[in-house]
């Protein structure tokens, strides 16, 4: 059974461990962008983003009593 499972290992590590470099490369833009956001796209993008953020909590908040009870 170890042989199997370090065999297994083995195949899948050993190749990553005899690469001599791994080379990353991102992609990063330094031009503006092509159409500028207008203020109606921000609005809804900013709210968009405070929705994923506090939705959540405020979910949890306003059931708060009912995940105190153990049922």
Same mark, same amino acid.
């Given at each position: 059974m170890s042989s199997g499972v370090f065999r297994t290992?083995?195949?899948? %590590?050993a190749?990553?461990?005899r690469?001599?470099?791994? %080379?990353?490369r991102a992609n990063v833009f330094t031009?503006?962008?092509k159409d500028a956001l207008g203020? %109606?796209?921000?609005a809804i993008g900013l709210g968009?983003?405070?929705l994923a953020i506090l939705g959540?909590?405020?979910w949890v908040l306003a059931n708060l009593e009912s995940?105190?009870?153990k049922e």
């Amino acid at each position: 059974m170890s042989s199997g499972v370090f065999r297994t290992i083995a195949t899948r %590590v050993a190749p990553a461990l005899r690469s001599t470099a791994v %080379v990353q490369r991102a992609n990063v833009f330094t031009r503006p962008a092509k159409d500028a956001l207008g203020p %109606v796209e921000t609005a809804i993008g900013l709210g968009m983003f405070a929705l994923a953020i506090l939705g959540p909590a405020g979910w949890v908040l306003a059931n708060l009593e009912s995940y105190k009870s153990k049922e």
